[in-house]
T-cell receptor, first 114, second 113 residues
């Protein structure tokens, strides 16, 4: 089983829709989680950073962590065409020589249609 | 403040040639990471440095790959000799410390013919 799994999509939604992006992980010891957004031909940029279970909200974005299910979600309200990008989840490793490293999922490609 | 700067943005070269990718991290960041991104494998960590010292190079695919960080403001990733399967986008990222959010450059798109 891969450490971090995401549905690659593509996910296509109309403008204004609520988007749900999901990620599962296998290591129950992960405690910190990040979401990155990557536009075409650009580097990933940090979107959200959460420490623990529960919700964290930032504008139209909400990150949700359910450690009991090892499930991470990112919700986008009132989606805009400018949200069209690939979204990568990244738990922070906390073991061995890779402690502190990000373990990236392959990302979900989102397209928001005007 | 300038972000992570990578050069070149694009590189096309023939198989067997030496390729050198360059990275300038954000000033004050103590950790530097090199990643490779492909459609098949996603974003893979190749190597990371902490305070200019290589900490984990287990992601470096083989001896043809090497990375250096001679000072806090500069790092290189070298491939010698290059092969077509090395074609990918290579990203450099830096962070204040391991485990902290990483800031990425815009990558080097490498094509080996």
């Amino acid at each position: 089983q891969k450490e971090v799994e995401q549905d690659p999509g593509p996910l296509s939604v109309p403008e204004g829709a609520i988007v749900s992006l999901n990620c599962t992980y296998s290591n129950s010891a992960f405690q910190y989680f990040m979401w990155y957004r990557q536009y075409s031909r650009k580097g990933p940029e940090l979107l959200m950073y959460t420490y623990s279970s529960g919700n964290k909200e930032d504008g139209r974005f909400t990150a949700q962590v359910d450690k009991s299910s090892k499930y991470i979600s990112l919700f986008i309200r009132d989606s805009q065409p400018s949200d069209s990008a690939t979204y990568l989840c990244a738990p922070v490793s906390n073991y061995g020589g890779s402690q502190g490293n990000l373990i990236f999922g392959k990302g979900t490609k989102l397209s928001v249609k005007p | 403040d300038a972000g992570v700067i990578q050069s070149p943005r694009h590189e096309v070269t023939e198989m067997g040639q030496e390729v050198t990718l360059r990275c300038k991290p954000i000033s004050g960041h103590n950790s530097l990471f090199w990643y490779r991104q492909t459609m098949m494998r996603g974003l893979e960590l190749l190597i990371y440095f902490n305070n200019n010292v290589p900490i984990d190079d287990s992601g470096m695919p083989e001896d043809r790959f090497s990375a250096k960080m001679p000072n806090a403001s500069f790092s290189t990733l070298k491939i010698q000799p290059s092969e077509p399967r090395d074609s990918a986008v290579y990203f450099c990222a830096s962070s204040f410390a391991a485990g902290q959010p990483q800031h990425f450059g815009d990558g080097t798109r490498l094509s080996i013919l």
